[in-house]
Nanobody, 120 residues
Framework: QVQLVESGGGLVQAGGSLRLSCAASRSGYSFVASAWYRQAPGKQRELVARITSSSSTNYADSVRGRFTISRDNAKITMYLQMNSLKAEDTAVYYC??????????????WGQGTQVTVSS
C-alpha cells in the first residue's frame, strides 16, 4: 500500500530556513489535494498550507509570506519551503494528501511526521 514518507526536519536557528519533503512510497500515483499540518506540544494540529490539484495554494496567516508549498508531480513529492523561521514554528510537521492511482483514490494519507525545532 502506498505511504507518504517525510524528510527534512531538524534544528535551525531563528531566521533560518528548512525544506520539508513528502514523497509517495510507490510509483503510479498522482497528487490530488495535498497539505501540510503542524502540531506543537500541548496544541491542536493546525493547517499550515494547502495546494489543490490545479495548484492553487493557501496559507495560514501565521506563515503567509514565509512558507511556500509546492509539488513535483513527476517525483510524486510535495515540499514545504520554510524561510525566516521563528521559535513559534517549532512543531511536528505532517503532510496529508489524496493520491490517485490507475483505479483507486487513496484519501487523506498522512506522513509519519517530522520534527522542526527553531531555537531563539
Amino acid at each position: 500500500q502506498v505511504q507518504l514518507v517525510e524528510s527534512g526536519g531538524g534544528l535551525v536557528q531563528a531566521g533560518g530556513s528548512l525544506r520539508l519533503s513528502c514523497a509517495a512510497s510507490r510509483s503510479g500515483y498522482s497528487f490530488v489535494a495535498s497539505a501540510w499540518y503542524r502540531q506543537a506540544p500541548g496544541k491542536q494540529r493546525e493547517l499550515v498550507a494547502r495546494i489543490t490539484s490545479s495548484s492553487s495554494t493557501n496559507y495560514a496567516d501565521s506563515v503567509r509570506g514565509r512558507f511556500t508549498i509546492s509539488r513535483d508531480n513527476a517525483k510524486i513529492t510535495m515540499y514545504l519551503q520554510m524561510n525566516s523561521l521563528k521559535a513559534e514554528d517549532t512543531a511536528v510537521y505532517y503532510c496529508n494528501a489524496d493520491l490517485r492511482g490507475s483505479s483507486t483514490l487513496m484519501r487523506s494519507l498522512w506522513g509519519q511526521g517530522t520534527q522542526v525545532t527553531v531555537s531563539s
